[in-house]
């Protein structure tokens, strides 16, 4: 299996910065596609920011040129760089890999979520 484990969640007041980390370890195959979700209270998670292997990024239209996704391949990591938060951006981050290692096969591994707080 392949294991996620997150960084870099805590409390900061609007329109200051965090950087999330997610680090994967364990696995033969190589991740495709690295993802961040979010979930706040009483609302459904959300896919935030993705990045596949050939470094295509996508964002929810909520945090378009505010959030910047990236990963490091060497060390099986994906960052979310989150700059001009809000307080609607307080949630509980997930990281989420995806892995395709055979025809018909696609593994799904999430990290154990860390909390942003942005406060007002």
């Known amino acids: 299996q392949v294991q996620l484990e997150e960084s870099g969640g805590g409390l900061v007041q609007a329109g200051g910065s965090l950087r999330l980390s997610c680090v994967a370890s364990?696995?033969?195959?190589?991740?495709?596609?690295m993802n961040w979700y979010r979930q706040a209270p009483g609302k459904e998670r959300e896919l935030v920011a993705s990045i596949s292997s050939a470094f295509i990024t996508k964002y929810v239209g909520a945090v378009k040129g505010r959030f910047t996704i990236s990963r490091d391949n060497p060390k099986r990591t994906v960052y979310l760089q989150m700059d001009s938060l809000k307080p609607e951006d307080t949630a509980v981050y997930y990281c989420n890999a995806v892995a395709v290692p055979a025809v018909e096969a696609r593994l799904e591994f999430w990290g154990q979520g860390t909390l942003v707080t942005v406060s007002s």
């Open positions: 364990g696995g033969r195959f190589s991740i495709n596609d």
